[in-house]
């Protein structure tokens, strides 16, 4: 039985608003210029909407024929489009406040390799919405959904308040801070705040006040943005699925298939690795929303400890046990290929200084102490394990990332060795996962040879 | 591990030879421009063109040398690199497509390249393969390609 069904009427209002802001500004603008007369035409203009839109629903329907959803609408330009099941990747239901407004919900349907959304539905009741999203990803219709599910991650106000205090941006100036706090001593802070009792109006005083103002201004806009995007972050498993809801104006429901979680990232930043905290991001196939809002329509954690996150990539990818086990440490030699390539950098600035400074240029070996220090960092943050069921390749000095990729997602492999590798017999390996260049650098080369052949049986 | 079986075309050689004289034209006429516009003493483009030619002469030999690829029961795998060594290795059964490629420049050598596309996007290009090679490893990969859809 084809039948076929409209939006919900408050579809109406929905773009009514939608399409007003844009012509908001037109607006204003002749309200301005016309003064008297505005009235008349800003009537005008909300009646020929309101007509537009009314036509606009009524040519807007979609229905199910088969496995397809087709939709249909448009008032000169009448399109029809349709989306087979097997291409649907991703069915979010969305609330926005004008949505909320009159308690419905819109339905976004993500296709693969479709750069928008294709065909949102934009206006339908909770209930509709929720018998149709099963029907979309093509699952069964019979077996019951069941009883809510507990959620697995349920954030609370304050998680988010330390989520926004530790955030990227937050991270940033806080290694500033650290780092000028070490530079300058207490000593001179000190003495700074004594000075400032008896120099109210100095320059300096007004430099800190201006840096502090700055940072204030920075830790506000942090909480304000993480609390709108992730207020009352949950995650719950239904079925083959993850269910990710977040926000607060804007209220947004995700539907993850776990099949197209192709591979989880835990992110560490500095700050949140000394209060032992993690978030969680997911790797999916096909799903390509815009750059800006990768991060956000991706996170599985915003925010929580270590363990937590390696938990949750265990559910989020299927696997029969957390892969939680202790990474292994690059190879000694990592380090020393990274000393050795540093030098290869600095060692002609030394030599210059050597011929122009003659032996004062002896000083310009202090140039060699930044990048012996990256060179430390950089190896001490590698870590790698070939797990029964997974791959786990870790790096990153500042913000450390840990990807996890399930052994049956890696589709290829490429082992390469350069020429200080191989004085040290190490290499790294590319592997193969779709939106994600996981690079396990510099193991040892039986580690990486052997974890070839062991992922793709011969040899 | 032991290194693929197959060498490349030996005609790629002369293809290589050629694109990287070009390359060396091309660096050698900037440097011309260079000195002319900065006053440079001539050394510095006669240096400069000699090893671009020298490199341009050396290294196609050992990137032939060092290019090898091997169908093998359950993979393909290719090695190559003269400085950076680099293995690939694709399993059939993740292998989305393939296709055959002729430049310009393959094109007047009557050479083809193959590239493989696995689900994580483009894993790899074999250059330097005579027709039929290309075309018999075409159509064997096709065969054997995607037993596993993403």
Do not use: C
């Amino acid at each position: 039985m084809i039948q076929t069904n409209r939006l919900h009427p408050a579809a109406i209002a929905v773009w009514w608003l939608d399409d007003a802001r844009r012509f908001l500004l037109a607006l204003l603008a002749v309200v301005i210029a016309r003064g008297g007369n505005a009235l008349v035409v800003v009537s005008a203009a909300v009646v020929l909407l309101t007509l537009f839109e009314i036509l606009r629903y009524l040519r807007f329907t979609y229905r199910i024929e088969g496995n397809t959803l087709i939709v249909e609408g448009g008032l000169l330009n009448r399109f029809r489009r349709s989306l087979p099941f097997a291409r649907i990747q991703s069915v979010d239901v969305v609330q926005k406040l004008r949505h909320r407004l009159f308690g419905v919900v819109e339905l976004r349907i993500e296709t693969a390799g479709g750069s928008s959304t294709e065909a949102p539905l934009v206006a339908l009741t909770q209930e509709e919405a929720e018998s149709l999203r099963p029907v979309l990803l093509g699952e069964d219709a019979a077996t019951p959904a069941g009883p809510p599910m507990p959620a697995l991650v349920m954030l609370t106000p304050g998680d988010l308040i330390v989520a926004a205090l530790t955030g990227g941006r937050v991270a940033v100036v806080a290694v500033i801070f650290g780092y000028a706090q070490e530079v300058l001593g207490d000593e001179l802070l000190e003495s700074l705040a004594r000075r400032a009792e008896d120099a109210l109006r100095s320059a300096l005083l007004v430099t800190v006040l201006a840096i502090l103002g700055v940072v204030a201004l920075v830790l506000t806009a942090s909480v304000i943005a993480t609390t709108l995007v992730y207020w009352n972050f949950t995650v719950r498993r239904q079925g083959a699925r993850l269910i990710v809801e977040r926000g607060l104006l804007e209220r947004r429901r995700a539907t993850v298939p776990l099949r197209r979680v192709q591979a989880v990232q835990v992110r560490e930043n500095p700050l949140r690795r000394i209060f032992g905290k993690a978030a969680l991001t997911s790797v999916t196939a096909g799903y390509s929303p815009s750059n800006e809002e990768r991060e956000e329509t991706s996170m599985l954690l915003p925010i929580g400890s270590r363990d937590q996150a390696l938990w949750l990539a265990g559910l989020a990818l299927d696997l029969p046990a957390p892969p939680d086990r202790p990474l292994q440490r690059a190879p000694r030699a990592a380090f020393l290929r990274r000393l050795v390539e540093a030098l290869v950098l600095v060692a002609p600035l030394v030599a210059i200084a050597l011929v122009l400074l003659g032996i004062r240029g002896l000083w310009s070996l202090v140039l060699l102490l930044p990048p012996a220090g990256i060179a430390w960092f950089s190896y001490r943050a590698l870590g790698f394990r070939l797990d029964s069921d997974y791959l786990a390749v870790q790096s990153g000095i500042l913000n450390r990332r840990t990807t996890i990729i399930p052994r049956t997602n890696v589709q290829h492999l490429a082992l390469s060795r350069g020429p200080v590798q191989r004085a040290f017999d190490l290499a790294s390996l590319r592997i193969g996962v779709p939106k994600a260049r996981p690079y396990a650098h510099d193991l040892a080369r039986s580690t990486a040879e052997a974890t070839m052949t062991e992922l793709y049986g011969t040899s | 591990m032991e290194d693929p079986k197959n060498h490349l075309s030996r005609s790629v050689v002369n293809l290589w030879l050629v694109a990287g004289g070009l390359v060396a034209l091309i660096a050698t006429a900037v440097l011309v421009v260079a000195i002319v516009v900065f006053e440079l003493p001539l050394w510095v483009p006669l240096a400069g063109a000699t090893l671009a030619f020298a490199l341009a002469i050396v290294v196609p030999p050992l990137r032939y040398r060092r290019w090898r690829y091997e169908i093998r029961s359950d993979d393909l795998y290719f090695s190559r690199g003269a400085l950076w060594l680099v293995r690939t290795l694709v399993p059939f059964d993740r292998i989305q497509y393939v296709e055959t490629r002729q430049g310009p420049l393959d094109r007047s050598f009557g050479l083809h390249q193959l590239v493989v596309y696995t689900g994580a996007g483009r894993a790899g290009t074999i250059p330097g393969l005579e027709s039929d090679e290309a075309q018999k490893l075409r159509d064997e990969l096709s065969r054997v390609a995607g037993a596993v859809s993403l």
